[in-house]
């Protein structure tokens, strides 16, 4: 089954042709960061108004690069939540457009549930159960992946994404959007423990908390300046290693008290050098398996999608014109 994934829910555009949920035929993701950096953060509006412009050459792409025109495809996945209601509609417009054409149909895919479910693509994969953490720029959430289309979410963020605590501190450090990656470059010679900042474990349960880490960096800064050299290499690596330290903390525990032995990192924050390391670490450690996807998978693309709307439909689910997009769609 050849399925076209398509995901416009944020700032990127992409698609992607997926055979029966597992294979990857091609993998087109055209980002607008450029657009955004100059705001320090995704403008709603301006990436609507890019995803016009995008979607249909990158959907061109996807079908070339794959070798296959729509005709060859058999079912078409787009995301229709969570994200931004005017980038989400831009997709789902599409694709109810190509459906009532070709009369292929189609499906929605939920955003989360094709981060977690990206681990699929991988030729050593993990068939649920597993215990799965999306960290990304607008989520971090662990979910106990039942089977396909059961999730249960365990713990969550109190206040701040983990990719939103990255991109805070690299504001107040004066460093670019996204900052996820710079700072993972930077710490890379930095001293993990020059600054001890705050862990915050808010109680005997699954939950995090980013706010307090990012307004120590905040405090660390207006006492000390902006860190430049080696000061800021120390910084980044110190910051770094409290993310890390509390989500592979979290994700372990959770792992333990619950019985599960295979754990995934998913969302654009899985492509951290540090946390990937430390929640490979401490899961070996405990005899647990952790599986990482590669960076390519881990920050939006439209392969995850197809896999989402794959796995949706073996279950029934089918996509009519009335549905709509839902910016707060909960997976659970
Ligand atoms: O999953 P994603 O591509 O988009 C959302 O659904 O949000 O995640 C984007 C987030 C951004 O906050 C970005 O700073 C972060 O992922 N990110 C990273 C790294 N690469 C991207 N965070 C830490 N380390 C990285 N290497
Ligand atoms: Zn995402």
């Known amino acids: 089954m050849l399925v076209l994934g398509l995901e416009t829910s944020c700032d990127e555009t992409a698609a992607a042709v997926v055979e029966d949920g597992r294979r990857v035929l091609s993998d087109v993701v055209s980002t607008q960061v450029d657009i955004h950096r100059r705001w320090g953060g995704v403008v709603p509006e301006l990436a609507s108004r890019n995803h016009i412009v995008q979607v249909m050459p990158v959907l061109h792409e996807a079908l070339t690069r794959a070798g296959k025109t729509l005709d060859d495809i058999d079912l078409l996945a787009v995301t229709s939540g969570p994200g931004l209601i005017g980038a989400l509609l831009v997709g789902l417009q599409v694709a109810k457009g190509l459906s009532l054409a070709t009369g292929k149909p ?122 430049e050299g080696q000061a800021l290499h120390d910084l980044c690596a110190s910051f770094q290693e409290a993310v890390a330290d509390v989500l592979s903390k979290k994700l372990v525990a959770a792992a333990r008290r619950l019985g599960h032995t295979q754990l995934v990192l998913c969302g654009g924050v899985a492509a951290n050098s540090r946390l990937r390391a430390l929640c490979k670490q401490r899961a070996e450690e405990r005899g647990l398996r952790m599986f990482l996807p590669p960076v390519r998978l881990c920050t939006d693309n439209g392969a995850m999608i197809a896999v989402a709307g794959y796995e949706a439909w073996r279950r029934g689910l089918r996509g009519d014109f009335r549905l709509a997009a839902d910016p707060a769609w909960r997976m659970e």
């Open 106 to 227: 189609f499906v929605g895919a939920n955003h989360l549930e094709g981060h977690l479910l990206a681990i699929r693509l991988l030729e050593d994969a993990p068939s649920p159960p597993f215990l799965g953490l999306v960290v990304s720029g607008g989520h971090t959430s662990l979910y106990e992946v039942r089977d396909y289309g059961n999730y249960r979410l365990i713990g969550r963020t109190r206040d701040d994404a983990a990719g939103e605590a990255y991109d805070k501190t690299a504001r107040i450090l004066g460093l670019p959007y996204p900052g996820g990656q710079p700072i993972d470059e930077l710490a890379q010679k930095g001293n993990p423990e020059a600054i001890r900042f705050p862990r915050a474990l808010p109680g005997d349960n699954f939950d995090v908390s980013f706010s307090g880490l990012k307004t120590a960096v905040l405090h660390h800064v207006q006492k000390h300046g902006v860190p």
